[in-house]
């Protein structure tokens, strides 16, 4: 816990605490919301969905393991449960990696890409809905701002740091 220098916690003010309680019930409804669309319209959580964007990204479709965990913010061991229930649903394989033996890729099969093309538009019009369409251009720019800031302060610079992606 951050202290001023004289030993006592830095408490929020009534404002921040407000700013900060809208934060957390703003962001917790918007995920579920986001999960309830893409379990009725494709059968899958909102994890799955970001996972399959990564990997229709990326060159030739395809992400070493350890790159997927670290893009998407995800243990290693919570990567590998949701690219076995991928690879289940056919929309993800898995392939050894050829300059590391140790290494694995994961791999968007067509249909995974053809699941990916005909949810996008229903999780794009979601997202519009609940975020975009309820701010003027002007929030958007600073929302934007907050968040690269907030981002940017985040993002560890240490390469030994303890990052759950990375276990």
């Given at each position: ?32 919301h ?10 899958m959580?909102?994890i799955?969905?970001?996972?399959l ?19 998407t ?26 300059s590391?033996k ?42 934007g ?23």
């Open positions: 816990m951050t202290t001023a220098s004289h030993g006592t916690p830095r408490w929020l003010s009534d404002e921040e605490q407000r700013v900060w309680r809208a934060y957390l019930h703003a962001t917790t409804l918007l995920e579920d986001l999960d309830r669309q893409l379990q009725r319209d494709a059968g959580p909102h799955y969905y970001g996972l964007v990564q990997l229709s990204q990326a060159p030739r479709r395809r992400m070493r393991m350890t790159e997927l965990a670290r893009e913010k995800i243990t290693r061991s919570r990567l590998s449960h949701a690219v076995a229930r991928l690879e289940k649903n056919g929309w993800v394989r898995r392939e050894d990696c050829a590391d140790r290494g694995q890729n994961a791999c968007l099969t067509e249909e995974g890409f053809e699941v990916l093309r005909r949810t996008a538009p229903g999780h794009v019009e979601a997202v519009r809905q609940a975020m975009f369409d309820r701010l003027s251009p002007e929030q958007v720019g600073q929302l701002e907050i968040m690269r800031v907030m981002a940017e302060a985040l993002q560890p610079t240490d390469p030994n740091a303890d990052l759950p992606w990375l276990r």
